[in-house]
């Protein structure tokens, strides 16, 4: 088995797509002609969005949707940057909020978060280092 792809649920799947290339420097892989899902190339796993019209068809019990106006679900995406701090400002400059600013953690690496233009938790951290 492995894990292939993540799925983030959202209102306008074109507009994301655009917002992670912008604010993060992923591509866009794949879209629907019908705008309602789309994958962007983002390394082994791919992120990929669909639709809440999408999400409510799949889900006959409904789904809690994200919003900016709510704290965040106790998940998040994590993306390694080597310049964590040009990273950082590059990804409000294209609309992402910040939710924590960077620290350094004891261990050596810089950790700071955001909040996509949907709501969902992003951190952008330096790698490990062993």
Sequence with gaps: MKYAYTILYVEDVEKTITFYANAFGFQKKFLTPE??????ISGETTITF????LGNSNFKQGFKK???T?????I???????NIEA???????AGAVEYESIIEK???QKVGYLRDLNGFLIE???PIKN
């Design 35 to 40: 705008a309602d899902y789309g994958e962007l």
């Design 50 to 53: 669909a639709s809440y019209v």
């Design 66 to 68: 994200i919003t900016l």
């Design 70 to 74: 709510e704290k965040p679900n106790g």
């Design 76 to 82: 998040e995406m994590a993306f390694t940057s080597e």
């Design 87 to 93: 990273d950082f400002k590059k990804a409000i400059d």
């Design 106 to 108: 004891p261990w050596g």
């Design 124 to 126: 952008i951290c330096t």
